[in-house]
């Protein structure tokens, strides 16, 4: 019985370190500043999205216009948006979400394929300020 008891112990210590990697990439923090046309944006969403990846971070932004996020390194598009809201859809209808109309965060902005924003983040490089504007 003893030695089955130690088999069965060596056995399970060699197969819980074979399988495939569960290694998950070292998160940064990430932070910085939302503005638009120069003036702090008090509210919304910054969301990091690497497409080949999946990988990516978001974090709230606060009336300051600063955000903190965790990402892995690498090089990410970059979206801004408002915050959402719940929208009563009526009485024979389930309440959804959409996003609160504000001024300072352009639609262009909501998605990262249209926003035109980047950043890589590195341990050397973790902070990224963004600056929107009206223009295209």
Partial sequence: MRGTSVCLLVMSLFLAGCGGS????????????????????GEGKVSFLDPATGLG????????????LEAPAGTYQVSITPP????????????????????NIPVRYHSS????????????????DFNMTKKK
């Fill in 113 to 128: 394929d249209t926003a035109g924003l980047t950043a890589t983040v590195s341990a050397e490089k973790l902070a990224h």
């Fill in 22 to 41: 569960d290694e998950r990439p070292v998160m940064l923090t990430v932070t910085g500043k939302v503005t638009f046309e120069g003036a702090a944006v």
């Fill in 57 to 68: 971070g978001e974090g709230a932004i606060s009336a300051e216009g600063a955000y903190s």
């Fill in 84 to 103: 959402l809201q719940v929208v009563d859809a009526g009485p024979n209808s389930p309440p959804s979400e959409e996003y609160k109309k504000v001024d």
